[in-house]
């Protein structure tokens, strides 16, 4: 019996319109890094005088452009896994390992972003600004890491749907076969 999940395709079309443009943020995000890093080290050498907001604005762009980016890198298995045990693992109990880290993996992912999203709104609240003479409201900058976590955890969670749906219809296959 062919079961049609409405859900998962509309979880899925969202996840991956978030890690599309998570990935374009990050490519932006690290054009604008190398444009402020060069005209950091040009106004340094052939001027004698750095600018000052590169290397506090590239910082910020390094927060943005990791945390923005976990959810196309997940969507695209860019991440490292070292698989030694798990291939030497029976299939049926690779797809129990894999059910269990990916829950695992969901869990971590929700809780840390929930925790992250805190002292952002704590930020915002009490308008937590830089020291430097830019003042930039740190809210803005902290805010790119629980909406990239929430991203990764949209990520997971289609994976894991999955994971359990062909579990599901692998089992349905395997009794429907038996009878």
């Known amino acids: ?10 979880l899925d079309g969202l996840a991956g319109f978030f890690a599309r443009g998570g990935c374009f943020l990050g490519g932006l995000g690290i054009a604008l890094m190398t444009g402020l890093i060069t005209a950091d080290v040009l106004g340094r050498y052939l001027l004698g005088m ?42 049926r109990l690779q797809r129990y390992v894999k059910l269990f880290t990916q829950t695992l993996a969901l869990a971590f992912v929700s809780y840390f972003a929930y925790e992250t999203a805190l002292p952002t ?3 915002f609240r009490i308008g937590t600004r830089s020291l430097t003479f830019v003042h930039t409201p740190l809210w803005l900058i902290s805010l790119f890491i ?17 994971l359990i749906l062909s579990a599901q219809t692998k089992t349905e296959t395997m009794e429907g076969t038996a009878r």
């Open 146 to 162: 629980p909406v990239g976590l929430g991203m990764l955890g949209l990520e997971t969670l289609v994976q894991w749907l999955r």
């Open 121 to 123: 709104l704590l930020d």
């Open 1 to 10: 019996m062919k079961r049609d999940v409405f859900l998962l395709p509309f």
């Open 50 to 91: 750095p600018t000052y907001v590169a290397t506090e604005f590239s910082e910020y762009l390094c927060v943005i452009i990791t945390f923005v980016g976990l959810s196309y890198v997940s969507r695209n298995g860019r991440q490292i896994e070292v698989t030694i045990l798990f291939d030497r693992l029976p299939r």
